[in-house]
């Protein structure tokens, strides 16, 4: 298994402000995930971070609202940028067990934005 | 919209009864995961089972697999007041994007004790 820890846990942060949130794994892994979980929502993927290359966006999910870093393969960066009260959740970063395909979290960022 | 469906929404039983979570997906898959998420923190992973497999067991946990129907159930039994929690069922993606994950909607079970 991998051990995933981020940073911050939570936040409560102003409306236009940017929030980075960082992500650290305990093995190199070449394929790292953002999540984002809406109260009381399920999980919906942001982007998939490579090492090495632009991150992935999914639709819905642009570069300048949500940058994302990645400078090795233990390690990445989330940025809100910009907030609005619509971006309070839960957002989680994960890593993919190359060899098997289990995915494993991180405990995740609660962020408030007022 | 790709996500998957779980049944039912939420589950409230007592503590040594079966709890039985149902989870439907919409494209053909490789793996299925199912997570266990406590009062909003992170997921915990619990299982994972390939298409080729029709069931799997992991301590109190059985989760079977039926990819003609595209559905999958999770079976705790001998339910805990610690298993309360929201479950939910993964599916990786199709294609090219077959190590993105696509999460149901989640089940939210309460155990009384």
């Known amino acids: 298994s991998a051990v995933i820890s981020q940073k911050p846990s939570r936040d409560i942060c102003q409306r236009g402000t940017s929030l980075t949130i960082q992500c650290q794994v305990d093995?190199?892994?070449?394929?790292m995930f953002w999540y984002r979980q809406q109260p009381g929502q399920s999980l919906t993927l942001i982007a998939t971070?490579?090492?090495?290359?632009?991150?992935?966006?999914e639709s819905g999910f642009v570069i300048d609202k949500f940058p994302i870093s990645r400078p090795n393969l233990t390690f990445s960066t989330l940025t809100v940028s910009n907030m609005s009260p619509e971006d309070s959740s839960i957002y989680l970063c994960?890593?993919?067990?190359?060899?098997?395909?289990?995915?494993?979290f991180g405990p995740g960022t609660r962020l408030t934005v007022l | 919209s790709q996500q998957g469906e779980e049944d039912p929404q939420a589950l409230s039983i007592q503590e040594g009864e079966n709890a039985t979570m149902n989870c439907s997906y919409k494209?053909?898959?490789?793996?299925l995961q199912w997570y266990r998420q406590n009062s909003g923190r992170g997921l915990v992973h619990l299982i994972l089972?390939?298409?080729?497999?029709r069931e799997k067991h992991s301590g109190r946990l059985r989760v079977t697999l039926d990819t003609s129907k595209k559905s999958s159930s999770l079976l705790i039994t001998a339910s805990r007041a610690a298993d309360t929690a929201s479950y939910f069922c993964?599916?990786?993606?199709?294609?090219?994007?077959?190590?993105?994950?696509?999460f149901g909607t989640g089940t939210r079970l309460q155990v009384f004790p």
């Open positions: 994960s890593v993919r067990h190359d060899r098997i395909g289990t995915q494993y």
């Open positions: 093995s190199q892994v070449t394929m």
């Open positions: 971070a490579n090492q090495g290359s632009e991150a992935t966006y």
């Open positions: 494209t053909s898959i490789n793996n």
């Open positions: 089972i390939r298409s080729n497999e």
């Open positions: 993964a599916t990786d993606g199709s294609g090219p994007d077959t190590d993105k994950l696509i």
